[in-house]
């Protein structure tokens, strides 16, 4: 039988909201129009973003049916690594937060946007939506929650465009918005680049102190 893709999608949102809510990547999306060539350079990174997202997605649906059940009843030291990681995460973040006031400077990965070019922009989008663990693990756990559906297929493609697209929003938003602005949004993303390469390392703390939280709460959960 069949399952809803309307219910499935209910379990997505969430997951989708704490990628698009992250400052992580909030931070890249800004910090792309500020090249040389703004327009081409963050559409090849939204469209980099993108393609993460849907690949490491779909991958997780494909692969859903070769774990069987094992999302459902994951063996017993999967709960307690979620622990251990979720508490590392908390750590480092606190000490992260501590330690805020010890940089000087801009973080240098921001500093290489203000020379990337499209294509490195495409690829830097592509990568990062591979290489960060908390968008990798969310998008594995939205690919099992849809492959565990039991959804049609174009069900299963409504599901994955929506957790995408939700992801993606505020990666998408800016870019959008300054297409149709251009020249007018400089003024505002500048002061707002300004202001999170003196936050980056609050930001950062925040944001590992949030998803250790998350992943410490989940793995309590799946103990008990």
Known sequence: MAGSWVS??????????????????????????????????????????????????????????????MHKSPPHWVSWVRVVLGSLLIVFGIVRWLTRKRESGSPRWMRSFASISPPRAGITGLVLAVVRPDVSLLCVAAGLAIGSGRLEVAGVW????????????SVAIPIVAYLGAGERLDEPLARLK???EQNDAALTAV??????????????????
């Open 207 to 224: 944001v590992l102190v949030v998803i250790g939280l998350m992943v410490l709460y989940n793995g309590i959960h799946a103990l008990s």
């Open 194 to 196: 300004n202001w999170m």
């Open 8 to 69: 499935v999608t209910a379990g997505l949102i969430p997951l989708g909201l704490v990628i698009s809510l992250s400052p992580l990547s909030i931070i890249p999306a800004v910090l792309v129009l500020q090249a040389p060539r703004p327009r081409p350079s963050s559409l090849a990174f939204l469209g980099g973003w993108l393609s993460g997202l849907i690949a490491v997605t779909a991958l997780s649906v494909a692969a859903s049916g070769a774990l069987g059940g």
């Open 158 to 169: 409504v599901c994955v465009a929506i957790f995408v697209v939700v992801a993606a929003s």
